[in-house]
């Protein structure tokens, strides 16, 4: 069964504070995905990497960065959280080539105080 | 950039019924198209999906419409059931390979 996982379903963080979330995924997949998602917004792409050590910037990427060492690994960086980065944090992979979907982990519940 | 739009936030139906939720999408160049099911609590998960060389396709219970000339795609749902109570995003490949562009969600409530 393919799998992407996500290392915290909940975390609670004060304001300034370094915030890791982490992705593993197990289908050899090229492509990874840090997504948000807040209530009428929709899912919104923060960062993207292609392969190992390539990143790319989404639509929001103000405030985050990532870290992706090894083809599996995936990690997002809130160097120093804020209350407006309170959100939950949806992690995909996917195939680089033919179009495809993206598999979703169950998502990371963050809350910034 | 890419926009993936939805026609309506929420949508309630009877149990039994059909439901049919709707998607606009801007990039005529999208070659491929999905739809994903979120339950409350959990990631998005792959419902079903079509190229544009297709303009329909039928699963289990699900069929998804795809019109190239008004660019718009729909997902039908025959004899919703309680569990079908979920968000439904389209999505769209757009012009950056791997990349999906999501639209906002649509709220699908099933009454009994």
């Known amino acids: 069964d393919v799998k992407v996982t996500q290392s915290s379903r909940y975390l609670v963080k004060r304001t300034g504070e370094k915030v890791f979330l982490e992705c593993v995924q197990d289908?050899?997949?090229?492509?990874m995905f840090w997504y948000r998602q807040d209530p009428g917004l929709g899912l919104r792409l923060i960062y993207f990497?292609?392969?190992?050590?390539?990143?790319e910037k989404g639509d929001i990427p103000e405030g985050y960065s990532v870290s992706r060492e090894k083809k599996e690994r995936f990690s997002l960086i809130l160097e120093s959280a804020s209350t407006n980065q309170t959100s939950m944090y949806l992690c995909?992979?996917?195939?680089?080539?033919?179009?495809?979907?993206?598999?979703f982990g169950e998502g990371s519940r963050l809350t910034v105080l | 950039g890419e926009s993936v739009g939805l026609h309506l936030p929420t949508l309630s139906v009877q149990e039994g019924d059909n439901s049919i939720i709707n998607c606009a999408y801007s990039?005529?160049?999208?070659?491929?198209f999905i739809w994903y099911k979120q339950e409350s609590g959990k990631g998005p998960q792959f419902i079903i999906d079509?190229?544009?060389?297709?303009d329909k396709r039928q699963g289990q219970r699900v069929t998804v419409l795809l019109n190239k000339t008004v660019k718009h795609l729909s997902l039908q749902i025959a004899a919703t059931q309680p569990g079908d109570s979920a968000v439904y995003f389209c999505?769209?490949?757009?012009?950056?390979?791997?990349?999906?562009?999501f639209g906002r969600g649509t709220q699908l409530t099933v009454w009994p």
């Open positions: 995909a992979s996917g195939r680089t080539s033919g179009g495809g979907e993206l598999f």
């Open positions: 289908m050899d997949h090229e492509n």
């Open positions: 990497s292609y392969d190992v050590k390539m990143k």
């Open positions: 990039n005529s160049a999208s070659d491929y």
């Open positions: 079509i190229r544009s060389n297709m």
């Open positions: 999505a769209e490949t757009g012009s950056t390979l791997g990349r999906l562009y």
